[in-house]
């Protein structure tokens, strides 16, 4: 190694336990960066790359950013994913002979960030677990260091524990240095964007309770993580909640797929809140609200208590508008008590942060009030969980000023009356600057000199001030000189001496005693942290709860009932969020009836005309219905689902080279797979992405098993037409459509479910519409009506060569074409018939002549005769 400097040394041995971090190395007012860190840096920040002699051979790349900012650039390599160890002088540097001593102080991470722009207020930033045992289950875990809350669960398979992952939307999991790596790309593809590796499993670094209850292999999938957390967070961690345990089953289930396709959280095309059934019913006032608004809608309830529970409190704020109003005015300060309590335990609380709480504190009481005026149980329940913690709220009044400055070593943030001692130096340092006023106005008077001024600065301390112009007025020995400027003379005197050395001690003292006890309070409210945790949690499910009671005004939701035959009554039904985007705009309702004896639901229906809508928007009132909140419908009736499963929507999977059909089917698979009688199953246009008669069989073959081994409550969309036989062999499936007519040879969809099956796919309708060159939708035209007069011919010879490919009791019904390619003249020759007269043809075809009027068919037959004549 060459000969670096004893600075150099000592940065290198500090970054060898750092490999995989930026160590931004503390110098003077700068965080510093080195070699291959300082190169990276430069580029990912876009700062400059500069370099500094370290004693060796060559100069040493270097970078930096002030300490004061730093932490906007530290936001920056977060969010990409990167680690940061943040390195400082632990001693001090004026007290020091030779190299300053310095430690790293913490390891921040993208799953343990506590403040920055890079934690969203409304979503958890947890950091996951997972330990993988012999007996082939998983041990899997999250935490939000930020809030301090934990879970942990026992899963039984890989894609359960990429279920949960992707659940968490943890950035960070830490495993150990023996996972598979298998495994380990699968995790990658479902979003985590950093891994730590954690060996220790056991019991030592923290306090053990916070593990009471746990079953030995959820005790070491927490351990794991808490063992990290310690180890790279270097600080109290007091904050940190009993782990929870809790199981799969205790919800309904949604898979990844799922999540996405029906777009719970962040739609498909650009991940965005917005658009999301999270984004319609997020009417919270709180962060912590918001927070467990995401987490409820990831975690439907099973339990029909549990629902009837939350729904008798929507029902109950519902009725009481004018106190709903009220309470939801008051949330409105509550400012993000989890995250401020934890930032307590931390030790990063500033004052101003310690002001948020009590104003969120004081807040508290009025809404007790309030809720016990509504005379109600649960109301009462509500109240009596919500702390108001009286003595922490009046030691915040009494301790802290209202507008205290960010930094807390800077004084100004005690109040008066608070502290005796504070209160002595206080009154020696405002009396000292009087007693400057006075001598100032004294001296003036006494010298003549009207511009004499007292000053200070940091070199010299107070001085007394002349101009030059007047120093012929001074009488000789009256003061002593201290500084000369260019137009002026500096003095002082031995009694300003001894007051500026009273007046500079009080306010250092002052300082020093004003941090001592900021610190004191701050850790008299660590006491409090349980209790705030408790207050947290209570008010976040008064806020939930009050948003679900106003968005149900607001949209005229219903109470949603449950059955206990599995019975399915839509009326009037939704999608809630459709409905919200197309604001004023005319939405129209359908109805969904499904009971014993209609099981399946077989959609047909054009392109763009509502299939998938109407299939996402039952899936989504049963999901708002079992987190509890009302529904939009005039009257639904719904089964309590144990999980939901959806494939709408063409995608592929680039990461791990999977092409859409396989997408398809592998959501399918998994639909079929672990589906049970109480599960919603949504299938659009399955078998779409292969040949004709592959999709068709295979469509049909799916169609069968859920209904004969399954038995869900399915919707299955298709533009094979031909299934809609099956209605004839399977006793429990039934045939609907989503209407539409033509009009002037244009598509209108009407939106509207109706009972039977479409009679066609109106797809160069469609083309239509997106304005496809006139000529191609012609040619287009010309082609359906060749295919269509030859259908009968094709499906014969295709039934004859794949008979054993070819699914049973579809194709035998097929609608045959009116005509053929060929006609017969008066001479009994066949004549070949040109491509206008076959154009004509299809169009008269197409119409629906039982559908229009006798003027409007007139009307279309005297065309269809100009355009033959042309």
């Not at 001693?91 to 722009?117: F, W």
């Not at 003036?444 to 010299?460: A, E, M, P, Q, W």
Request: hydrophobic fraction near 40%.
């Amino acid at each position: 190694m060459a000969a670096y400097t004893p600075m150099m040394m000592q940065y290198l041995q500090i970054k060898a336990d750092y490999q995989d971090a930026f160590l931004f190395f503390r110098l003077g007012d700068f965080y510093e960066m080195f070699f291959e860190d300082a190169i990276k840096a430069s580029q990912e920040l876009e700062i400059t790359l500069t370099s500094r002699e370290g004693g060796g051979t060559e100069k040493i790349p270097m970078c930096g950013v002030p300490y004061h900012s730093a932490s906007g650039y530290i936001d920056l390599l977060i969010a990409k994913g990167y680690k940061v160890a943040i390195c400082e002088q632990t001693e001090d540097p004026k007290a020091t002979k030779g190299v300053v001593r310095r430690e790293v102080v913490q390891l921040i991470t993208p799953g343990t960030m506590m403040e920055g722009r890079g934690l969203n207020e409304k979503e958890n930033n947890f950091i996951a677990t997972v330990t993988d045992f012999l007996d082939g289950t998983f041990g899997f875990g999250t935490t939000d260091l930020s809030t301090g809350e934990s879970r942990m669960v026992l899963l039984e398979s890989v894609e359960d524990l990429l279920n949960e992952l992707s659940t968490s939307g943890a950035r960070e999991v830490v495993l150990s240095s023996q996972m598979k790596e298998s495994i380990l790309e699968k995790m990658k593809a479902r979003g985590a964007i950093a891994f730590s590796i954690e060996d220790e499993t056991s019991i030592k670094n923290f306090n053990s309770s916070i593990l009471s209850g746990l079953e030995e292999r959820l005790q070491q999938t927490a351990a794991r993580l808490l063992n990290y957390l310690h180890r790279t967070q270097k600080r109290s961690l007091e904050h940190l909640q009993p782990v929870v345990a809790y199981e799969v089953r205790q919800f309904m289930k949604i898979d990844y797929y799922s999540k996405r396709n029906l777009e719970l959280t962040e739609t498909i095309r650009n991940t965005a809140k917005k658009g999301s059934l999270l984004w319609l019913l997020d009417e919270t006032k709180t962060a912590m609200g918001a927070r467990l608004l995401k987490q409820m809608i990831n975690r439907p309830l099973l339990s029909l208590r549990e629902i009837h529970r939350r729904q008798n409190i929507v029902e109950l704020f519902l009725r009481n508008y004018f106190e709903r109003g009220d309470l939801r005015e008051r949330l409105r300060e509550v400012y993000d008590l989890e995250r401020l309590a934890g930032r307590v335990a931390f030790g990063n609380v500033n004052a101003r942060d310690l002001v948020q709480l009590k104003k969120s504190l004081l807040q508290i009481p009025g809404i007790k009030e309030i809720l016990a005026s509504l005379d109600d149980s649960e109301a009462t329940k509500l109240s009596n969980n919500l702390d108001s913690c009286e003595e922490l709220a009046d030691l915040l009044e009494q301790a802290i000023v209202e507008n205290p400055p960010i930094s807390i070593k800077e004084g100004n943030i005690i109040l008066d009356g608070y502290d005796e001692e504070l209160d002595r130096y206080r009154d020696a340092s405002r009396n000292g600057k009087a007693w400057l006023a006075e001598l100032e106005q004294k001296e003036r008077v006494k010298t003549g000199v009207k511009s004499l001024k007292i000053g200070y600065n940091r070199v010299f301390g107070y001085y007394i001030e002349v101009t030059k112009a007047n120093l012929h007025l001074l009488e000789e020995g009256r003061y002593e000189r201290k500084q000369t400027l260019s137009n002026a003379e500096r003095f002082i005197t031995p009694e300003l001496k001894e007051k500026e050395a009273l007046i500079l001690q009080a306010e250092e003292k002052i300082v020093d005693l004003e941090y001592n006890i900021f610190v004191s309070v701050r850790e008299q409210v660590k006491e409090y942290i349980p209790r705030l945790q408790a207050l947290a949690k209570a008010v976040s499910e008064l806020d939930v709860l009050l948003g679900f009671a106003e968005l149900s005004e607001q949209r005229h939701y219903t109470r949603p009932s449950f059955s206990t035959d599995r019975t399915l009554t839509l009326r009037d039904g939704r999608h809630p969020v459709v409905e919200k985007v197309m604001n004023a705009q005319q939405y129209v309702p359908n109805d969904c009836m499904m009971d014993s004896e209609k099981e399946l639901l077989l959609i047909t229906g054009p392109n763009m005309s509502g299939k998938s809508t109407y299939m996402r928007q039952v899936a989504l009132t049963a999901i708002m219905a079992q987190i509890g909140c009302f529904v939009p419908a005039e009257e639904a009736v719904l089964p309590v689902f144990d999980q939901v499963f959806t494939r709408i929507g063409a995608a592929d999977d680039l990461i791990s080279g999977q092409s859409t059909f396989m997408v398809e089917m592998l959501e399918a698979n998994n639909a079929i797979t672990n589906a049970t009688e109480n599960s919603l199953i949504l299938f659009d246009e399955i078998g779409r992405g292969t040949s004709t008669y592959d999709g068709m069989a295979l469509a049909q073959a799916i169609i069968e098993y859920i209904h004969e081994k399954i038995g869900a409550k399915t919707l299955f969309s298709t533009h094979y037409h031909e299934l809609t036989v099956l209605d004839e062999k399977l006793e429990k499936l039934r045939n609907v459509h989503v209407s539409a007519i033509e009009q002037n040879g244009k598509v209108v969809f009407l939106h509207k479910i109706k009972e039977g099956a479409a009679d066609k796919s109106y797809g160069i309708h469609v083309a239509k519409l997106a304005e496809l060159p006139d000529s191609l939708i012609e040619r287009a035209d010309e082609i359906l009506a060749e295919l269509e007069s030859n259908k009968d011919a094709s499906v014969k010879s295709i039934g004859e060569k794949e008979e054993k490919l070819r699914p049973s009791n579809v194709i035998k019904d097929v609608q045959l074409s009116f005509f053929n390619e060929e006609t017969t003249s008066d001479t009994g020759k066949r004549e070949q018939i040109n491509s206008k007269e076959k154009r004509v043809l299809g169009m008269l075809n197409s119409l629906h002549i039982l559908e229009m009027t006798p003027l409007e068919a007139m009307n279309r037959l005297y065309e269809l005769q100009k355009t033959l004549r042309k």
